[in-house]
């Protein structure tokens, strides 16, 4: 019962986590603002991110969700969907004990 437990909260973390990274989005880049974002949709297939942006969106996951994003996780494939961005705040948060 208690792992179950555990299983939820992670389950409902990472869901409020892509909700705010959802949101980011559609505060920061135009083309997202009238259009629905589909959560396993490559966002960086789209072209309108900038390596600056990445630099913005990783400075983005870390002080939101206060938590260091080490080098060998800053890789296009964890910051290439909404999901994936979810996940790896998921994964990282969890390794922290929190």
Sequence with gaps: M????VVNMADVMVADAANRIREYLR???TAFKDV???DEENIFERGYFT???AMQLLHY????????VPDDYIILQNFSSVRRLA????????SAGE
């Excluded at 208690?2 to 437990?5: F, L, N, Q, S």
């Excluded at 996951?61 to 260091?68: A, K, N, Q």
């Excluded at 996940?87 to 969890?94: I, Q, S, W």
């Design 2 to 5: 208690r792992d179950e437990a």
């Design 27 to 29: 505060e920061n880049m």
């Design 36 to 38: 629905e974002l589909d």
């Design 51 to 53: 390596s600056l942006f």
């Design 61 to 68: 996951v870390e002080s939101t969700f206060d938590l260091v």
């Design 87 to 94: 996940d790896m705040v998921g994964e990282l948060k969890a």
